[in-house]
Nanobody
């Protein structure tokens, strides 16, 4: 069983930066994808960024060039560095993990088995 615990959400001004962390526990092979999704009230979860060992990273167009996903394998922790934040980045951010045998992770939430409880990011203009 994989457990994920996010932290780092906060309220910031537009143009600011935040770093989200996701501490993972449990067995995850190299076949796992990990990622960050976000959700606002009344909408489904939107893929933000994903990472797959030995393959690479992917980003949604809305965050490309501003957000960076990374993973510390020693600490088993996933990060999301968010720069130049905009009010439209306001959302609950979720860490996720799931087995994926393809090359390149899915950006669809239904492909992921494990989810954290979420951490709130609020960006004011």
């Amino acid at each position: 069983q994989v457990q994920l615990v996010e932290s780092g959400g906060d309220s910031v001004q537009a143009g600011g930066s935040l770093r989200l962390s996701c501490a993972a526990s449990g067995a995850m092979s190299s076949s796992f994808c990990m990622g960050w999704f976000r959700q606002t009230p009344g909408k489904g979860r939107e893929g933000v960024a994903t990472i797959q060992q030995d393959v690479g990273t992917s980003y949604s167009d809305s965050v490309k060039g501003r957000f960076t996903i990374s993973k510390d394998n020693f600490r088993n922790t996933l990060y999301l560095q968010m720069n130049d934040l905009k009010p439209e980045d306001t959302a609950m951010y979720y860490c996720t993990a799931g087995i994926w045998y393809g090359r390149g992770c899915s950006m669809f939430s239904y492909n992921y088995n494990y989810w954290g409880q979420g951490t709130q990011v609020t960006v004011s203009s």
